[in-house]
């Protein structure tokens, strides 16, 4: 079974900085695209950024260009950082993985969360 850790998260003021890390750990045989979510309080889980293997990335409109996602294969990780925060950047974000058995079947892994609060 595939895992995924994530790390990162915390409470910063407004303007302020983090990078959030989702590790992917277990018996993997391959990872597609990659992408990070989030959840607010009685909102719906909504795509804040995805990367594919081929390094193509998509972001949320709320966080273009104060967002980047980016990968490191070698690692089987996902990074977001993200700048200029707002209290609206508030949720509960998630990892997750589009991979592949070793019969090359697709599915998908979701990590447990972390918690990211920005202060006004």
């Known amino acids: 079974q595939v895992q995924l850790v994530e790390s990162g998260g915390g409470l910063v003021q407004a303007g302020g900085s983090l990078r959030l890390s989702c590790a992917a750990s277990?018996?993997?045989?391959?990872?597609?695209?990659m992408g990070w979510y989030r959840q607010a309080p009685g909102k719906q889980r909504e795509l804040v950024a995805a990367?594919?293997?081929?390094?193509?990335?998509n972001y949320a409109d709320s966080v273009k260009g104060r967002c980047t996602i980016s990968r490191d294969n070698a690692k089987n990780t996902v990074y977001l950082q993200m700048n200029s925060l707002k209290p609206e950047d508030t949720a509960v974000y998630y990892c997750k993985i589009n991979s592949r058995d070793n019969w090359s079947r697709y599915f998908e892994v979701w990590g447990r969360g972390t918690l990211v609060t920005v202060s006004s």
């Open positions: 990367i594919t293997s081929g390094g193509s990335t």
């Open positions: 277990g018996t993997i045989f391959s990872i597609n695209a």
